[in-house]
């Protein structure tokens, strides 16, 4: 079975940490990403990677960065956390090809920021 | 990108079909049409996708129009566990971000 993990199910920081959430995939897929899940607004991308090393901006990168050091890990990073970043932050991962590939997604880090 | 438009909510009982629906009206030729669904306090599940005929897999089948402006994801038979939020995403390119909507929460009563 495709295994998406997130390092925490809940975690609850202050306002001004930094705060990394990890994500790490057994398939060997070469892309991953990152949404965030708010009610109302469905979900939204931050940022994704196609590659080691490389990533992109998605819809709502504001406020967060990324690393991708090996092919497997995905981290997200909020570099001085808000209250507004209070949310679901899902990680999902898939192969990249000319046919479609589905993505698969962890089961998410329930994120508080007081 | 091209917009999916689904109902708020559907109510079904329990080893009854289920069939939901989704318009894609300005949907492209290279679009495929993907199912997802979110169960509670899970992370999105992949369902079924096509692009012009009709699929069928373990989970579901998947009716697509043959204009493609709309499709319907078919449950066969409901359980207790297809409670959940179903998604109709368009997507033409293998591997990239998928746009979610708000999607079709679906009841299911015993």
């Known amino acids: 079975d495709v295994k998406v993990t997130q390092s925490s199910r809940y975690l609850v920081k202050r306002t001004g940490e930094k705060v990394f959430l990890e994500c790490v995939q057994d398939?060997?897929?070469?892309?991953m990403f990152w949404y965030r899940q708010d009610p109302g607004l469905g979900l939204r991308l931050i940022y994704f990677?196609?590659?080691?090393?490389?990533?992109e901006k998605g819809d709502i990168p504001e406020g967060y960065s990324v690393s991708r050091e090996k092919k497997e890990r995905f981290s997200l990073i909020l570099e001085s956390a808000s209250t507004n970043q209070t949310s679901m932050y899902l990680c999902?991962?898939?192969?990249?090809?000319?046919?479609?590939?589905?993505?698969?997604f962890g089961p998410g880090t329930r994120l508080t920021v007081t | 990108d091209a917009k999916t438009t689904q109902p708020n909510s559907m109510e079904s009982n329990e080893e009854e079909p289920v069939h939901l629906p989704c318009n894609h009206s300005?949907?492209?030729?290279?679009?495929?049409i993907h199912w997802y669904r979110q169960l509670p306090s899970q992370g999105p599940e992949y369902v079924i996708h096509?692009?012009?005929s009709n699929v069928n897999n373990r989970m579901a089948s998947l009716a697509i129009a043959e204009d493609r402006k709309s499709s319907t994801l078919i449950l066969h038979r409901a359980t207790l566990r297809d409670a959940a939020v179903y998604y109709c995403?368009?997507?033409?390119?293998?591997?990239?971000?998928?746009?979610f909507g708000k999607g079709t929460t679906l009841s299911v009563s015993s």
């Open positions: 096509g692009l012009t």
């Open positions: 990677s196609y590659d080691v090393k490389m990533k």
């Open positions: 398939m060997d897929h070469e892309n």
């Open positions: 995403i368009l997507n033409y390119q293998a591997g990239t971000a998928l746009i």
């Open positions: 999902a991962s898939s192969f990249t090809s000319g046919t479609y590939y589905e993505q698969y």
């Open positions: 300005t949907i492209s030729g290279t679009d495929y």
